[in-house]
């Protein structure tokens, strides 16, 4: 018992000696480790000395020649890059200028953008001279062991990224972008200037006099000077297509706008849009008015404009901004809408409407010759010379082809109404106008250049001769047309009405005066011959029926008169109604002709039906049947003969009039024509 109780005690003090030992060692521990934190930023200090003591060593390790010679290599290659510094600063010094609006000071703002590409030159040729010297100057340190490697290494890294930024698409940005920056603000100011001064035409319901207008420059000679100016800097910095866009741009929308008042929607126009060349007669019209407008009044301003602005860069770039110009604004618009006129089918109105686009073309040839004759235009020149020969030749062929169409016709049958035929009336003033003063002379030109093409000479009797036969073939049509009248009395009539046509319209006339005189007065002659055929194959009969023979009043002859009286009377009546139906349908549109023909009708028959009345109608008037003998009174009968061969309300007809051509008329050369709603 008294030894265990030894056993426990010792067991005890040996633990507590334990725990004092133990609890010595951990307080030596925290001490070691407290001293080894604060260690641990001693050596970091120490390791970042290193480097600096080292290099500040290593000048006493180098050899004395490379270390007395290093400080002559570093002034050398301080003293470019200095520069290069310094330039740089004033380039950033020129910021705030370059940065604010070009309207404001525009000569500073050039004077200050000029400084700017000087410095951006001085860089561009210096930077790569001063890096080299700092690469010398790093070689040499390198290689005479004067710095560190890491040193070393650190600057070839810096001037491997220089090197790169110089020689790579970078190069051009030395000044950060300040100078694309102003270079927009120029381009911005060049259009402000361009699109404040450019102000469309001012537009009133007509058009200008058709005097030739050199307009006076747009511009004002300050705005001029400006342009000019910015474009000076512009061009220096390759920005010169730039300028010419926004040019063309800013004028071709002003030409535009110029014109957009005169309504050219029309020159839109397609072949399927109309049937014929009638359908837009009023636009041709238009058209030739327009066109000699915008080349007078607009594009002339355009082009003297451009002369003033872009002349000190050759006539080659301001006549090619001209041209550009011209087509966008529209002239290529007027010169398609004249080709698709020459692309419609053929019709003898579209002749006329032909020698009116050649008119207007050949009145602005000098014109367009001169403005649009540069090799900048040679689109406009191609288009032009298309169109005049395109409607040279389509004029050509229309007026040869007449006399074709003329003799086709003759194959229609004569109009049922004994009516002059549409085709004489129209042909005979088609004619008249082809040789008045507005057409005979462009006519005369267009076929001397189209013969002149076939190396052929050309004489005008050629087209007086082509006049004429057309009129003789007319002639022949009538003769025709006579013979297919089962009616003498029609055919008599139908002629006695052409042939007043022929005298009466061509009479005082340009054809006329062609035909001569003896012509027209035999004419005049067939007139009265057939007119005199006519009256006695018809109304001229009538009077002869209310004879008085045999129709002495005697006593216990009444009854016997009366009889009489009743047979012819009624006689006269079946006559008179036979020839006044027939004939009510039969027209002579001329006024005068209508009253010569009439006239002698009613002088015939009225009187003596008057006398006839007034003597024996008192036999028959009693009578119970009396308004089957006494049919009409005096004053009808000649209201009656009076209001004979009205013309009668008809549509406007072709060319070919209101008749159904023949199968063969129609399968031939006349389906080249097509209706021309406006000819009668």
């Not at 686009?357 to 009145?363: E, G, P, R, Y």
């Not at 649009?372 to 409607?391: H, M, P, S, W, Y």
Request: hydrophobic share 40%; with cysteine.
């Amino acid at each position: 018992m008294a030894s265990s109780e030894n056993h426990i005690g010792s067991g005890i003090e040996n633990l507590i000696s334990a725990r004092k030992s133990l609890k010595l060692s951990l307080e030596k521990s925290k001490a070691l480790g407290s001293a080894l934190g604060k260690a641990g930023p001693r050596f970091e200090e120490i390791n970042q000395r290193l480097p600096s003591l080292e290099a500040a060593v290593r000048p006493i390790r180098a050899q004395r020649e490379a270390l007395s010679a290093v400080g002559g290599h570093i002034n050398r290659a301080v003293s470019p890059a200095s520069a290069v510094l310094k330039v740089f600063d004033a380039v950033h010094g020129l910021e705030k200028s370059l940065l604010s609006d070009p309207r404001n000071d525009l000569p500073g703002y050039l004077s200050v953008l000029k400084r700017l590409e000087e410095a951006l030159k001085f860089l561009g040729d210096n930077c790569g001279l001063a890096i080299q010297w700092l690469e010398d100057i790093v070689e040499y340190l390198e290689d005479n062991l004067v710095a560190d490697d890491r040193y070393i290494s650190t600057l070839k890294k810096s001037l491997k990224g220089l090197r790169e930024l110089q020689n790579g698409e970078e190069r051009d940005r030395l000044d950060g972008g300040l100078l694309e920056a102003a270079l927009d603000k120029l381009e911005s100011e060049f259009r402000r200037l361009l699109t404040e001064n450019s102000v469309p035409l001012p537009m009133s319901s007509s058009l200008p006099d058709d005097q030739a207008c050199i307009a006076p420059s747009p511009l004002p000679v300050t705005v001029i000077q400006k342009l000019q100016a910015i474009l000076g800097r512009l061009i220096a910095n390759n920005r010169f297509e730039k300028c010419i866009s926004i040019y063309v741009e800013v004028r071709s929308s002003n030409v535009r706008a110029s014109l957009q008042a005169l309504d050219l929607d029309y020159l839109e126009i397609s072949i399927s849009e109309f049937n014929d060349v009638q359908s837009i007669e009023g636009y041709i019209a238009q058209w030739g008015k327009h066109l000699e407008f915008a080349v007078k009044h607009l594009f002339e301003a355009e082009y003297k404009l451009c002369n003033d602005v872009f002349e000190r860069m050759g006539m080659d770039v301001w006549m090619g901004c001209f041209a550009r110009i011209t087509a966008q604004a529209g002239i290529l618009a007027f010169l398609q809408f004249g080709k698709t006129v020459t692309e419609s089918k053929k019709d003898p109105i579209k002749l006329l409407k032909l020698l009116d686009i050649f008119t207007s073309l050949n009145k602005l040839r000098l014109d367009f010759n001169r403005l649009f004759g540069g090799t900048a235009c040679v689109e406009i020149q191609n288009l032009t010379r298309d169109l005049i020969k395109r409607v040279i030749d389509g004029a050509c062929e229309i007026f040869w082809e007449l006399l074709v169409q003329v003799e086709l016709q003759r194959q229609t049958p004569p109009p049922s109404d004994g009516s002059v035929p549409r085709l004489v009336s129209f042909i005979t003033d088609y004619c008249n106008k082809l040789l008045g003063d507005d057409y005979k002379p462009i006519l005369t030109q267009v076929l001397v250049i189209h013969r002149s093409w076939k190396h052929e000479k050309f004489q005008e009797r050629l087209l007086v001769d082509a006049v004429l036969n057309i009129v003789k073939a007319i002639e022949l049509n009538l003769e025709t047309w006579s013979k297919g009248y089962t009616d003498a009395t029609l055919s008599y009539f139908f002629l006695m009405n052409n042939h007043w046509h022929l005298y009466k319209h061509l009479k005082g006339t340009k054809l006329g005066d062609l035909l001569g005189d003896s012509w027209l007065r035999e004419h005049e002659e067939f007139k009265d011959y057939y007119s005199a055929y006519f009256f006695r194959e018809s109304w001229g009969k009538l009077p002869s029926l209310l004879s008085r023979e045999g129709l002495i009043m005697f006593s216990g002859g009444r009854a016997t008169a009366r009889d009489l009286v009743k047979k012819r009377l009624k006689a006269f009546n079946e006559a008179f109604d036979d020839i006044y139906k027939k004939q009510s349908n039969w027209v002579l549109s001329d006024k005068d002709l209508r009253e010569k023909t009439c006239q002698p009708i009613v002088q015939a028959i009225v009187p003596v039906y008057r006398s006839y009345m007034q003597n024996y109608g008192p036999l028959v008037e009693q009578d119970a049947s009396s308004s089957k003998y006494a049919r009409y009174t005096v004053q009808a009968l000649e209201k009656m003969l009076t209001s004979l061969f009205q013309p009668k309300p008809t549509k406007s007809v072709s060319f070919r009039g209101s008749r159904q051509p023949s199968g063969k008329f129609n399968n031939g050369v006349a389906e080249q024509y097509h209706s021309s709603p406006t000819v009668v």
